[in-house]
């Protein structure tokens, strides 16, 4: 094909565009991250860093493209966050002399920032983008919108087995902020903090812990 000496005019770049330019379409996207408790606890996690294919994380870990940020050249609006604790912990316990849950134990602790020594109590989440941060309140403000729904019956002809199913999630009204955009190669994070010290979970098995930002993707828009 003969090339031609002079470019094509802006407008018909832009009819030819496979992208609209300067246009942007909006989708129902939140971002979300997991990351690991440890059952002896931690000081503090630090969510939405490692994108998905780094680190051992895999889409089913955590949506994110980029490190810390959002992929270009998309632009974020967070519109809430959400938070989920899932202890590792067995949800049904049997035997002859079963004790209290500890998957509930685990949730508790894990929420209230609630060690064995009651005076080491408190934990907040704390959401930034570059310096600011725009989010610190305690981690039991930030229910899941989700959780598993159990209903169970039980019996046994065994006098000296005993069976106990416990599980628990937190609940109530979800986290909303005022929308706020986040450009793409702006950096932000979500860090979970427990001041007080490190809170071990009372079933001495690891857990997991999920975080969504609730919002809207814009991308290019395409013609």
Same mark, same amino acid.
């Given at each position: 094909?003969?090339?031609?000496?002079?470019?094509?005019?802006?407008?018909y770049l832009r009819s030819i565009n496979?992208?609209?330019?300067?246009?942007?379409?909006?989708?129902? !996207?939140?971002?979300?991250?997991?990351?690991?408790?440890?059952?002896a606890g931690q000081a503090q996690l630090?969510?939405?860093? @490692?994108?998905?294919?780094?680190?051992? %994380? @895999?889409?089913?870990?955590?949506?994110?493209?980029?490190?810390?940020?959002?992929?270009?050249?998309?632009?974020? /609006? /967070? @519109?809430?966050?959400?938070?989920?604790?899932?202890?590792?912990?067995?949800? #049904?316990?049997?035997?002859?002399?079963?004790?209290?849950?500890?998957?509930?134990?685990?949730?508790?602790?894990?929420?209230?920032?609630?060690?064995?020594t009651p005076s080491l109590i408190g934990?907040?989440? #704390?959401?930034?983008?570059?310096?600011?941060?725009?989010?610190? #309140?305690?981690?039991?403000? !930030?229910?899941?919108?989700?959780?598993?729904?159990?209903?169970?019956?039980?019996? @046994?002809?065994?006098?000296?087995?005993?069976?106990?199913?416990?599980?628990? #999630?937190?609940?109530?009204?979800?986290?909303?902020?005022?929308?706020?955009?986040?450009?793409?190669?702006?950096?932000?994070?979500?860090?979970?903090?427990?001041?007080?010290?490190?809170?071990?979970?009372?079933?001495? %098995?690891?857990?997991? /812990?999920?975080?969504?930002?609730?919002?809207?993707?814009?991308?290019?828009?395409?013609?």
């Amino acid at each position: 094909m003969q090339h031609q000496n002079t470019p094509p005019s802006p407008s018909y770049l832009r009819s030819i565009n496979v992208n609209v330019p300067t246009t942007y379409s909006g989708i129902t !996207f939140p971002l979300f991250d997991s990351i690991a408790y440890a059952a002896a606890g931690q000081a503090q996690l630090t969510l939405f860093q @490692t994108p998905a294919g780094s680190g051992g %994380k @895999t889409l089913g870990d955590t949506n994110m493209q980029a490190a810390g940020q959002v992929q270009s050249p998309n632009v974020f /609006v /967070v @519109t809430g966050i959400q938070l989920a604790f899932v202890s590792g912990a067995p949800v #049904e316990v049997t035997g002859a002399a079963v004790a209290a849950s500890d998957y509930i134990a685990d949730v508790h602790a894990f929420y209230q920032g609630l060690s064995a020594t009651p005076s080491l109590i408190g934990s907040y989440l #704390e959401f930034s983008s570059g310096s600011t941060y725009y989010v610190r #309140e305690p981690l039991w403000m !930030f229910p899941p919108s989700a959780r598993l729904a159990i209903g169970a019956a039980l019996a @046994t002809t065994v006098a000296a087995d005993q069976y106990v199913i416990g599980y628990a #999630e937190n609940s109530g009204i979800p986290y909303e902020i005022a929308p706020l955009a986040l450009p793409s190669n702006q950096t932000f994070q979500v860090t979970l903090n427990w001041p007080g010290g490190v809170i071990a979970l009372p079933s001495a %098995k690891a857990g997991r /812990v999920q975080c969504a930002l609730n919002g809207w993707m814009y991308r290019p828009a395409q013609g």
